[in-house]
């Protein structure tokens, strides 16, 4: 593999699974592959588990590993080529990408979508441009429209805790005071369509997602059909994508909070997030804190999945 953006580039996903579950039942059997080999971790945005799972990961695997936040002690970076640099930035990505490839085998970034530019984000033009001048095998950490880590990580948890073999999986939108990403729900549509769930995607109207990753899922606006016989209850926040209200607010209505007469609603199903999760706006206290929360072995294979994708990545040097 020469890098990882989104679930084209991990190839057939029951190969994937199974590799990630091996992984899982020996995480130091390639403790030689990374031997030698760094990897340097990209950050302009905040990450707990990111952070933390892909270290590990990388260390399983024997790499050194270095982490950069851009925004505390780094300079800071102009992103847009023929800019006149007179403001408060003092380095250019486009020669400070090639210098951090030139430190490291293989780089990780994490990019957030910042809602000033539509067409900035969802043409990934910070992680596009790490792919194109690091020369580098480059993995996304969460970019602009993705956050592919994630969407592995949540394939192998349902993996690991379904009942039937197409279960209902409902990604949710729930609300939340700030305006976040479509990156995680893009992701997690991409990955499921991918995976060939009954995959339904609920939310207010005027949140609809990009066409490119609803694809064959179904939309349902009433969230309570949508739970009716779920098997899984994904909730995620995302501000509205669509035309002017592009990274906007349209709702913060707390009567989308994923709570337990809901879940009751669901074929006894399991509750995920990404974390982090703002509690009793997202999802109760009750539901997150229940026995069918899986929420913290979601987040424990964050680090499987970084290692798979790793693994592979550190196969495919020269
Ligand atoms: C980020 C997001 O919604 O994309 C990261 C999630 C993994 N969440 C926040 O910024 C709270
Ligand atoms: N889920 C996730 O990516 O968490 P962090 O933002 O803490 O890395």
Known sequence: MKKFTCVADIGDLSLAVKEALEV???????????RNKTLLMIFFNSSLR??????KAAMNLGMNVMVLDVNQGAWKLETERGVVMDGDKAEHLLEAIPVMGSYCDIIGVRSFARFESKAEDYEERIIEQFIRYSGRPVFSM????RHP???????????????????KVVLTWAPHPKALP???????????NAADYDFVITHPEGYELDEKFVAGA????????????ADFIYAK????YQGDSYGKIL?????????AEKMALTNNAYFMHCLPVRRNMIVTDEVIESPQSLVIEEAANREISAQVVLKRLLEGLK
């Open 149 to 167: 880590l994630q969407s592995f990580a949540d394939l192998i948890t349902i993996e690991e805790h379904k009942r039937v073999a197409r279960p």
């Open 251 to 259: 709702s913060t209505d707390r009567s989308w909070t994923v709570d």
């Open 237 to 240: 926040n995302w501000a509205a």
């Open 218 to 229: 179904t939309v349902e606006y009433d969230q309570r059909k949508a739970f009716e016989g």
């Open 182 to 192: 479509q990156a995680v729900p893009n992701s997690f549509a991409e990955w499921m």
């Open 24 to 34: 899982k039942a020996d995480r130091f059997a390639y403790t030689e592959l990374g």
């Open 50 to 55: 990111t952070r933390l799972s892909t270290q």
């Open 142 to 145: 969460e970019a602009a429209t």
